[in-house]
């Protein structure tokens, strides 16, 4: 990843990609204290533009704000900032993940006087999975690990310590022979996937879990706003128990990244399925809300419709 062509944008100055190193002692790789977003640019018909990129950055300041952090540039700065990091580095499809941390003057949790430092990175980013992936879905296990309880840790801050919790889940997952895990929050209600928020759409109405131990994910608004708006489904965000993702109509789960990929499996049990009726692997149905859902979401972000 680091011996490459390309530039990263380091606290306001352009840095070549291989000499874009810090020091050792650098206080949030010993701690976790530090926050990042994951944002994409999709290159459409009017040319390239940056999906959401006022909401990611306003996301971005809160969590430094939460995490009683301190930036030396504004949201409108950062948002340059990001623009310029497509152009200098000649990226169209892209992802970029903008990362806040604190410098090397001390360590130990007391450390005082620590310097915060903004770096951005982007690569080349085209489609996250193959079409017949994002038609086929994904098989997930249930996590044994919880996610984030909001007295234990900060859930609307895009944290990197966070994410500790995200790859102990996941990784379990995987070796298991899964795709993704479905974390439940400490009461034992879903909470979300690994890096990724979860929906079901059971009798024609979407649920999908309030803003507690999930992240507030901005690709989970984006499809709030498209059910509602485009599709007049009605969406209720509230408690949901792992039972009511079994016998889903439909899953999916959600994400900047991954954007909308269906769930097809959980615990062993298809969804979308009944008892006793065979589980095909195959795509989605064409007339399924989740597909709709998708082709909605790639017009949007594919067309120029605005940062
Ligand atoms: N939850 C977690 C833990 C995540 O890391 C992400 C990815 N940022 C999401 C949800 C989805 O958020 P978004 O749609 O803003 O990318």
Request: glycine fraction near 8%; charged fraction near 25%.
């Amino acid at each position: 990843l680091y011996d490459r062509d390309g530039w990263i944008w380091h606290d306001g100055e352009w840095l070549p990609w291989r000499e874009a190193r810090t020091h050792l002692l650098t206080h949030t790789l010993h701690y976790g204290m530090g926050c990042f977003e994951g944002v994409r640019a999709y290159h459409g018909a009017r040319g390239t533009h940056l999906f959401r990129v006022a909401e990611h950055t306003r996301r971005l300041l809160d969590s430094v704000h939460a995490l009683d952090m301190d930036v030396p540039f504004d949201a409108g700065e950062l948002i340059e900032a990001q623009r310029q990091c497509l152009t200098r580095n000649d990226l169209s499809n892209a992802y970029l993940k903008p990362t806040v941390y604190f410098g090397a003057e001390g360590l130990g949790l007391r450390a005082k006087g620590l310097t915060t430092h903004v770096m951005i990175a982007a690569w080349d980013l085209g489609d996250y999975v193959s079409p017949e992936a994002a038609s086929i879905g994904l098989r997930a296990l249930t996590s044994s690990w919880s996610r984030h309880h909001v007295n234990i840790s900060l859930c609307r801050a895009k944290t990197n310590g966070h994410y500790v919790n995200s790859m102990l889940a996941l990784n379990t997952a995987v070796k298991a022979g899964f795709d993704e895990t479905i974390m439940l929050d400490p009461e034992g209600y879903v909470a979300e996937a690994s890096a990724a928020n979860v929906f079901l759409l059971r009798d024609g109405v979407l649920h999908t879990p309030e803003i507690t131990s999930c992240l507030q994910g901005i690709t989970r608004d984006s499809v709030i706003r498209l059910a509602r708006e485009v599709l007049g489904i009605e969406v209720r965000e509230r408690r949901i128990t792992r039972d009511e993702l079994y016998t889903a109509d439909e899953a999916f789960v959600t994400g900047t990244a991954a954007e909308i990929l269906p769930l097809r499996e959980l615990d062993g049990r298809h969804i979308g399925g009944r008892a006793g009726a065979p589980r095909p692997d195959r795509p989605i149905h064409e007339d399924s809300v989740t597909a709709a859902l998708q082709a909605l979401y790639r017009r949007v972000t594919r067309a120029d419709l605005g940062d």
